[in-house]
C-alpha cells in the first residue's frame, strides 16, 4: 500500500512510537501528581519540556494537554472573552464551527438593536503578505480581546502563511494571534515566542507521529483563559471554587499511554530536526506538484512556492469527481489518498472547487520518491483511459 493520508492521521509511526504505547500499558501508571513517583519520571512533564524545545516556547509549562487540536480549539475559544474575531478562509472546521455555532459571537441584534452578522469578507486588511481573505465575526460584547486565527499551514493547499509578520500586524492591531499548527507541528518549524503567538493548538496525531487521542495547546501568561472543564487534577484537593485567573487547565486523567506515544514521536522529530524533515519534504512536495502540473487533465491546487508549501497537494483531473479518483487511486492501483472538501469548506470558495472538493496527497517523513512517483503514473494512466474515451 502506498499511504499518502499523513494530513489526516500519519502512518506508519516509527517504531519507538509503538513500542512506548506497549511499555506504558504493560507497566505502572506514572505521574508525579497522583502518586510517590518522582517529578522526574513525569511523562507529562517530560513531553512539555520537550515540546517547548520544539515549538521554541520558553515559558513549557504553559503547555496543556488533551485530546486533539479540535478539543484545544474548543477550549480555548470557549474559556476567552473575545470582543471581535478574524479567522483565515482556510481554517479548518474545528475552528469555524466553533465560531459559527457558539452563540456568544452568533447573533441576530446587538444591543443598539443594530443587525450584526457572519460574513465572508475579501479583505487584506491584516497583512499584504497574508494571502488569504477572512471571516469577520462581530460579537455580544463590547468588552474583551480581539483576535485574529489562521492555521500556519493549509489542509487543502498546503500554503504556508507566514506567521511572524501576520503577528507583527495583528499585534499593532491591538489582536492576540492564535495559529492552528495541526498540519505544521512536527514537520514545518515553529518558533513561538520568536514569531509572537500568543496561542498555538496542535495536535498529536499527525506529523509529531503520536498516536490519536493526543493534543493540546500553549497559552502565553497573561492572557485571562477561563476553563471550560473542572475536575480533578491531583495539585490542591482542598480548593473547590477558584479565584479568577487561579485555574487549572488538565483536569481528570488524561490519556497517559497515548502521551507516552507522543513523546517517542517527539524524540523521533527531535533527533531527525524539524528542519532536516521540512527540506526534505519540501523537495518532495515540489516534484510532486511538478510531475501533476505536466499532466494536461490535471488541475493543481498548490503552488510551487519553495519558501511556503507545506507537505499537502490538492489536485483534480478533469472530467473525473474527487471521490471517483480517489476509488480507482485505492481499488486498482493500492494508493490512499482523500478526496472532498477535507473539513475546510470556505477555501474551496476561492479554489472554484465546491461542492465536491479536491484529490489530496499528504506526505510524511516516511513517504518516498518511489511512493510519489507511484501516485504520478497511477494519474498519468487515469489521464489516458480518459483521453482514449
Known sequence: MVYLNNAATS?????SVVQAVTEALANAPVNALRSNLAESDDVLT????KLGTLFHIADYERIYFCSSATDAVNRVLGGLRLSSIKAAKDNHNSVLRPLMNDTRYLTTTNLEGEQSYHA???TRAVSPSFGGDLVLKRTKSSTGEALLILPHCSNV??????????AEEAHRQGRLVMVDAAQSAGCIPIDVDGWGIDILVFTGHKALFGPTGTGGYYVRCGIDLRPTQWGGTGRDSSVIRYDDGDWEYEVGTQNAVGLAGLRAGIDYVLERGVENIFRRLQTETLWLIHALQEMPRVRVYSARDDAAQGPVVSFNIEGLHP???GYILQNSYGITVRTGLHCAPLIHEDLGTQPDGTVRASLSDFTTYEDLIALAEAVGDICQS???K
Open 46 to 49: 517530560d513531553l512539555r519540556r
Open 386 to 388: 480518459l483521453k482514449r
Open 120 to 122: 465572508v469578507c475579501r
Open 11 to 15: 502512518f506508519p509511526k516509527p517504531p
Open 323 to 325: 471521490a471517483d479518483v
Open 157 to 166: 493547499t498546503g500554503r504556508i502563511h507566514d506567521v511572524r509578520r501576520v
